[in-house]
T-cell receptor, first 122, second 108 residues
Framework: QVQLVQSGAAVKKPGASAKISCKTSGYKFTIYGVNWLRQAPGQAPEWLGWISGYNGYKSVAQKFEDRVTLTTDTSTSTAYMEVGSLTSDDTAIYYCARDDGDSRSSGIFDYWGQGTLITVSS | DIQMTQSPSSLSASVGDRVTITCRASQSISSKLNWYQQKPGKAPKLLIYSAVHLQRGVPSRFSGSGSGTDFTLTITSLQPEDFATYYC??????????FGGGTKVESK
């Protein structure tokens, strides 16, 4: 069965970076994309970016372009997201989610990871 | 940017009730509208994609309708496991994928 398993929760200080992994299984990694979203407490999810499992092509939401880095390791079917210059506003649960887009995200997120809580606090 | 407005923000219903949630886009998004269910402490779950298509494994009591700017999610006979928060999300913008504010379905 399709699974996306994310790395564990972390507490970061303001100005630091956080790197989250999303290990996939149960499907062919290279014919799907991986999206990253976040959800602050009591808020709706917010899309951060997408990376192709096929060729590493990526797109990142404009407001995060300068501090979100997306990568993949096709040998382990794992996607990674690093968020830099963290502030308290970045405290949220971060999710990876699969889609079937090729050159860009389809925007239809059919399988999700369990979420990773990133808390930014001094 | 596209704005997605859901109504109501919350509702109280009983098991067996018919529940309708609406979602309005600030501009036409054709049929590029998806619905998700989220339970506390869990990731969102895709229910309906492209406005009307039931995701595999989702019970047939869930249905979606609409196109352009106005969309509806209907649960024909609410079950105990359906108490949750529901989100609409547009997939027309390619680089934003905006979610609505959510509708919390609570037990009356």
């Amino acid at each position: 069965q399709v699974q996306l398993v994310q790395s564990g929760a972390a507490v970061k200080k303001p100005g630091a970076s956080a790197k989250i992994s999303c290990k996939t299984s149960g499907y062919k990694f290279t014919i799907y994309g991986v999206n990253w979203l976040r959800q602050a407490p009591g808020q709706a999810p917010e899309w951060l970016g997408w990376i192709s499992g096929y060729n590493g092509y990526k797109s990142v939401a404009q407001k995060f372009e300068d501090r979100v880095t997306l990568t993949t390791d096709t040998s382990t079917s794992t996607a990674y997201m690093e968020v830099g210059s963290l502030t308290s506003d970045d405290t949220a649960i971060y999710y990876c989610a699969r889609d079937d887009g090729d050159s860009r995200s389809s925007g239809i997120f059919d399988y999700w990871g369990q979420g990773t809580l990133i808390t930014v606090s001094s | 940017d596209i704005q997605m407005t859901q109504s109501p923000s919350s509702l109280s219903a009983s098991v067996g009730d018919r529940v309708t949630i609406t979602c309005r886009a600030s501009q036409s998004i054709s049929s590029k509208l998806n619905w998700y269910q989220q339970k506390p402490g869990k990731a969102p779950k895709l229910l309906i994609y492209s406005a009307v298509h039931l995701q595999r494994g989702v019970p047939s009591r869930f249905s979606g309708s609409g196109s352009g700017t106005d969309f509806t999610l209907t649960i024909t006979s609410l079950q105990p496991e359906d108490f949750a928060t529901y989100y609409c999300q547009e997939s027309d913008s390619f680089s934003l994928f905006i979610f609505g504010g959510g509708t919390k379905v609570e037990s009356k």
